[in-house]
């Protein structure tokens, strides 16, 4: 994701999901792949180069976490927040929460009730 309008949908209609290092929006799309937006702000992070470290530990905690995203039922447009405390650990933590973010999506994907009669 790269403009701004397309930010601002996913934050005013998605869902939310807060962690200790990141927060996580997502709104469905009609798309055929997952798109991906990070962002890092001069008052949560502070200076370019940590803003550009901590989107850097955000991508690649999404890049890896890409088998059980794409395992998803559905296709989302994701916007992952820096929290502040993200620039004080290593990937693995970062990785680590993604991971149970994604798993408690893919739980509320199961969990959504079927349709009238029995299919969904």
Known sequence: MKNSGE???????GRRFEGKL???YLLPNDGPLHRLGITAS????GNAVQRNRAKRLLREAFRLNADAI??????Y???LNARRYLLRVKLQEP????GEIVARVALSESAKP???GGRN
């Open 70 to 75: 794409h395992g998803l039922g559905i296709k």
């Open 42 to 45: 001069k008052k949560a992070v």
């Open 22 to 24: 990141l927060t996580v």
């Open 77 to 79: 447009d994701w916007v």
């Open 114 to 116: 079927e349709a009238p």
């Open 7 to 13: 930010f601002k949908k996913v934050y005013a209609g």
């Open 95 to 98: 990785l680590t929460e993604l």
